[in-house]
C-alpha cells in the first residue's frame, strides 16, 4: 500500500516537533529532561493539525519481582508499545513501536513502563531532539577519568591510562550498556538494586 499521503504528512509532524524544550528536573542528580507529557503535547498537537489519529496498543512483556539493595520489593515491567498511526484523508497507516520499564513498590509499575515506551516511541520514530547527548557528557567523562588524567592537558587522542579503562568497564548501565559514575552506580544500586544509568532510572521511575 502507498505511504506518499501520510509520509508527507509525518515530514511536517517531524518538522514541528524537532525539538522538546527539557522542562522536568531531577533534583538529586542535578538535571533535567523532556518529560512524556511534553512529548505527547507536542507530538499529538501536530497530528491533530495534520489528519494523523494514533492507537496506541501496550503489550506486557515481563513483570517480576526485584529487591533492592535495602531489601525493599518492588515490580519491574517492561512493555512494548505499538502505536498504529493512520492519515484520516488517505487511511494510510504506518506503525512505530516502542520499550520501555518502569518500577515501583505499588501498583504502577505498568503504567509507569507504557508511559516510557509511548516516549521513546515518539522520541526515536520522529527523530525528535531533547537536546541530551551521551557522548558529549563532559561530567561523566571527569567524573571517571584517573586523577593524572585530569590534571594533564588535554590534547585529541589523548591514551587513557588502563586503570581508567577498567573503571569504566566495571560502571555500566545492566540495561543498556551505557557507562555510569560511581555516584549514579551507587545511588542506582540503592534505589534499584542494579546498575542503571540516568535514562534507565527514568524509565524505571515513570518519570520519563
Do not use: W
Not at 533535567?32 to 501536530?46: H, W
Not at 581508567?164 to 544500586?189: H, M, N, P, Y
Amino acid at each position: 500500500m502507498s505511504m506518499k499521503a501520510l509520509a508527507k504528512k509525518l515530514i511536517a509532524v517531524m518538522k514541528d516537533c524537532g525539538y522538546v524544550m527539557k522542562k522536568g528536573e531531577n533534583t538529586y542528580h542535578g538535571y533535567t529532561y523532556a518529560t512524556s507529557a511534553d512529548v505527547l503535547e507536542k507530538v499529538n498537537a501536530a497530528f491533530v493539525q495534520y489528519g494523523i489519529a494514533s492507537a496506541a496498543v501496550p503489550e506486557l512483556l515481563r513483570l517480576e519481582d526485584i529487591t533492592t539493595a535495602k531489601g525493599n520489593r518492588e515490580k519491574l515491567a517492561t512493555v512494548r508499545m505499538d502505536i498504529q498511526l493512520t492519515d484520516v484523508e488517505s487511511g494510510e497507516t504506518v506503525q512505530i513501536t516502542g520499550l520501555g520499564s518502569g518500577q515501583d513498590s505499588g501498583d504502577k509499575a505498568v503504567m509507569k513502563a507504557q508511559t516510557a515506551a509511548i516516549k521513546y516511541a515518539y522520541l526515536l520514530s520522529f527523530a525528535i531532539s531533547t537536546g541530551d547527548d551521551p557522548e558529549a557528557d563532559c561530567h561523566t567523562d571527569e567524573m571517571t577519568a584517573a586523577p593524572e588524567e585530569k590534571s594533564a592537558p588535554h590534547h585529541r587522542m589523548q591514551p587513557v591510562p588502563s586503570r581508567s579503562r577498567t573503571a569504566v568497564k566495571q560502571s555500566v548501565c545492566s540495561v543498556c550498556g551505557t557507562v555510569i559514575t560511581e555516584k549514579v552506580l551507587q545511588f542506582s544500586k540503592d534505589k534499584y538494586g542494579r546498575a542503571l544509568c540516568m535514562d534507565c532510572q527514568r524509565s524505571a521511575k515513570g518519570i520519563a
